[in-house]
């Protein structure tokens, strides 16, 4: 047991040791996961700092160049360095995906926990729009709005953004109903306190355990959805460097033998399997699944 | 009595520790206890919340909690030491040999079953039964418990029974394969007076006449007068005390043993005096209050004076609780007038001023789901004092610690959250937070029904000086009539959502009563050995 601990006053220990003690009782997998998070972060937030070469840089005359001491991986179908392109590819794809699940959530979930405590006509009404939203095939959706409105970044931020939040709708509403019912939402009520004030303070707390594993579970169909939109060619637009489009835009390697096109693949999968790691974590927390903490 | 000392003992437990894991830390929970249940007797388990009780019941079946550890002792039952042998081996014996009663039958039962099928399913998987047989075996339970049209109950799903059936339908599972030794773990304290006296009676009956042990943990010394014949006594997970039950109620011996039976006569002195001050505070009539087509409340006429306790009794499903939310502005009333203050009362929160809101207040019965258990005792306490009287920082603070030490809490509770404090301390923070309003009315809903008999005594008294120092009105929503007794100055006698009675307490206490009222008051368990037997006597003749 840490010596400080026991010298802090009585307030119990800081938010700091607690979470290094959270972090500690995690089991393996949690703490691989985490890890692996971590070396994503880095390299999205670094990016300039760790890449070779630029973004859009042409680097070689040669296109599909092999692996080599000049260029790691190689290069890609213009002659741009693999590794670079990979390198960037990490900081648009992370970055976008996490902008877009933010914004997903935060509608989401305010409009969850406020049809949850109103109830009635409005309760129905978001209800059933959202369950018009979702009845219709989210990939056949995305791809409709994109030709409609033309495939640039917000407008495919908004448009997944907006899907996914249908989502989180419907998971946040379900938990706050059963947080509604309890005593002390309807103390507050009682108090004449605001739903804004009863959404964030009374119900949010108690439901987000189980909205943080959602969190994190839509965050890699996000990021796996711009991946696939991507490599459908209306997902981010070259010149910027994309996982997904990365993989088609080198597709033709793979006929020849060469494993490349399939390294931004596996560094989807891999941020996928990783965040499922410390989501499953989290989630068993959360529904006291593991005797764990 | 004399032939069972020399039969084997059903159940023999030896020097039995338990830890749990609390916080990282392994707390001892039961330290070194010996009990010994010989065939047909019942033990009476007494103490107060957390003192052990349920984990030596479990304990009995071989059963510990999640989290929960044996360090120490055997626990033989019919010769068989449970606690070295496999969860394999162990789980046969239960339901067959050993079953249990839990509190909440609502809990207990799967809703999505037909009770029947609930009740059989150990009997056909490991008793050895046919389907028919424990069908049989069954019905003749449900006609010993005096369950109505006993062929055709276990037909019923479990929200078609109410919760006294419920029960006594466990009782029936339990009883199903004949066992040696039923745990009965409070399986009145979720009832109402009423209907707690036809399950004791039921058990009572069913005890006797199949000859099982039992061990019967409550902390209702009433209660455990009628059905148990020893008594152990625990205290931090110690047995204090052990004796035949004429002897422990007659001349208890030990302090703490004395402490819990005085703390039952609840030594609360309450000074009667209601000389009605001016105009009532708050004054109902002809009140009614309708869920969809079903008409809860009707014609209720109520006035609360000032510094006045009005005590509402009545079984569940009176409607007491619906009219306590009435008052708060939390169920809008279908007829009828509220007046506070000489001033007409709207309806709902929403119309209400912050001023009227800031002097009603409410305190519920559960202070587990009236407390959020994601925030601290700080912020609990503090929402109402920024809300209501815009305190922020440093005066915030000092008010708060100020409530805190109304409530007979200190600082150091401040920090933590409602699952870091007992039941007790819980209470007392909703009371504080109720508080920090700075109120003239406070509804409480059942408030200290949660809470056992010492901590209820303590958390009274503590509402009575509150009352004397700042001059407070009550209206306590209740079904235990000791409660009553101790603080009230008048009551109001509810049943089925109309009021059947009310009037100054010593004029309701005193005969010649309502027949409703009467029945309410003979239903409460005296302390005395003998009462239960008087009832069914009194019943059968």
């Known amino acids: 047991m840490d010596q400080s601990l026991h010298s802090r006053p009585a307030a119990g220990p800081g938010r700091m040791t607690r979470a290094l003690r959270l972090i500690r009782s995690a089991p393996l997998t949690a703490k691989i996961g985490m890890v692996v998070i971590a070396i994503y972060a880095f390299v999205a937030l670094f990016a300039p700092l760790l890449a070779p070469y630029g973004e859009y840089e042409v680097v070689s005359r040669v296109p599909f160049e092999a692996w080599g001491p000049e260029h790691l991986l190689g290069t890609d179908q213009l002659g741009r360095d693999f590794l670079s392109r990979l390198i960037y590819g ?118 987000l355990p189980l909205i943080l594993s959602e969190l ?14 991507s490599f459908l060619g209306v997902g981010l637009q070259p010149p910027t460097a994309e996982w997904g489009s990365m993989v088609r835009d080198n597709a033709a390697l793979i006929n020849m033998g060469d494993i490349t096109p399939l390294i931004p693949a596996a560094a989807i999968a891999f941020l996928a399997i990783a965040v499922n790691f410390v989501v499953d974590w989290l989630l068993n927390r959360a529904s006291g699944l593991s005797d764990e903490g | 009595m004399t032939g069972r000392e020399t039969t084997p003992p059903v159940v023999e437990i030896t020097d039995l520790r338990i830890e749990a894991k609390a916080n990282d830390e392994w707390s001892k929970i039961v330290n070194g206890v010996s009990l010994v249940i010989h065939p047909g007797e019942v033990l009476g388990l007494v103490g107060e919340s ?17 989290g929960a550890r044996v360090t120490g002792g055997t626990v033989r039952l019919l010769g068989q030491d449970l606690m070295t042998i496999p969860e394999d081996e162990r789980r046969p014996f239960r339901g067959t040999r050993v079953a249990y009663v839990a509190q909440s039958a609502q809990a207990a039962f799967n809703p999505v079953h037909r009770l029947m099928d609930q009740i059989v399913m150990v009997a056909v998987e490991r008793g050895g039964m046919t389907r028919d047989e424990a069908e049989g075996r069954a019905v003749d339970l449900f ?34 394969c004949n066992p040696a030794l039923i745990v009965f773990d409070e399986p009145t304290t979720a009832l109402d007076v009423t209907t707690q006296v036809e399950v004791l009676i039921s058990i009572r009956k069913v005890i006797e006449n199949f000859g099982v042990a039992a061990i019967y943990i409550t902390h209702d010394l009433a209660v455990v007068a009628q059905i148990a014949h020893r008594v152990a006594v625990l205290r931090y997970g110690e047995v204090v ?27 609360v002195t ?66 009828g007038q509220l007046v506070y203050d000489g001033k007409p009362l709207p309806p709902r929160v929403r119309r209400r001023s912050a001023e009227t809101l800031k002097q009603i207040q409410i305190i519920y019965q559960s202070a587990d789901t009236a407390l959020n258990p994601r925030q601290t005792v700080r912020k609990i306490i503090g929402r109402p004092l920024s809300l209501y009287h815009g305190l922020r920082g440093a005066r915030r603070e000092a008010r708060m610690q100020e409530l805190l030490r109304l409530v007979e809490l200190d ?61 407070v009105s009550y209206l306590f929503i209740t079904h235990d009539i000791e409660v009553v007794r101790a603080i009230a100055d008048r009551v109001v006698v509810m049943q089925h959502g109309r009021i059947v009675e009310q009037g100054d307490k010593d004029r309701i206490f005193a005969p010649p009563h309502e027949p409703y009222t009467e029945m309410l008051l003979a239903s409460v368990p005296d302390m005395a050995v003998g009462w239960l037997d008087r009832i069914i006597a009194a019943r059968a003749a």
């Open chain 1, 90 to 207: 990490a900081r648009n794809s992370i970055s976008i995906a996490l902008v877009t699940t933010v914004i997903s959530f935060t509608i989401g979930c305010l409009l969850g926990v406020f049809a949850a405590l109103v109830g009635g006509v409005v309760d129905q009404v978001i209800s059933r729009l959202v369950d018009a939203l979702m009845s219709v095939p989210d990939l056949i959706f995305t791809l409709m709005i994109l030709s409609i409105f033309g495939s640039s970044v917000v407008n495919l931020i908004l448009i997944i953004a907006v899907l996914t939040s249908t989502r989180f709708f419907r998971i946040s509403r379900a938990a706050a109903l059963n947080v509604a019912s309890l005593d002390f939402v309807e103390a507050a009520k009682a108090r004449g306190e605001g739903l804004l004030w009863i959404a964030v303070n009374e119900v949010f707390p108690n439901i």
């Open chain 1, 216 to 229: 994190g579970m839509r965050f890699c169909f996000i990021f796996l959805n711009i991946a696939a939109l």
């Open chain 2, 50 to 66: 957390g003192a052990g009780k349920s984990t030596i019941g479990l304990a009995a079946l071989g059963y510990l909690r999640p």
């Open chain 2, 143 to 176: 006609r010993a418990l005096q369950l109505p049209e006993p062929e055709i109950f276990g037909l019923r799903f479990p929200h078609q029974v109410s919760g006294g059936q419920l029960q006594r339908a466990m009782v029936a599972m339990a009883m199903i």
């Open chain 2, 241 to 267: 005390e052990e004796a035949p039950i004429g002897r422990i109620m007659d001349r208890p011996e030990h302090p703490y043993t004395k402490s819990l039976w005085a703390v039952h006569e609840m030594p």
């Open chain 2, 270 to 335: 309450h000074a009667v005096d209601h000389e009605a001050k001016g105009a009532p505070l708050l004054s109902l009539s002809g009140v009614s209050a309708r869920y969809r087509d079903f008409e809860v409340l009707t014609g209720i006429d109520l006035t609360v004076g000032r510094g006045e306790t009005v005590a509402l009794v009545g079984e569940s499903g009176s409607g007491k609780s619906t009219l306590g939310r009435l008052i708060v502005g939390l169920k809008e009333p279908a007829g």
């Open chain 2, 411 to 471: 600082e150091t509770h401040a920090g933590r959250m409602p699952g870091q404090l007992s039941g007790g301390q819980k209470q007392r923070v909703a009371i504080a937070r109720a508080l920090a309003a700075e109120p003239r009315l406070i509804v409480c809903d059942e408030i200290t029904s949660a809470l056992d008999k010492v901590v209820q005594a303590d958390v009274l008294r503590m509402l009575l000086r509150l009352q004397a120092t700042l001059g």
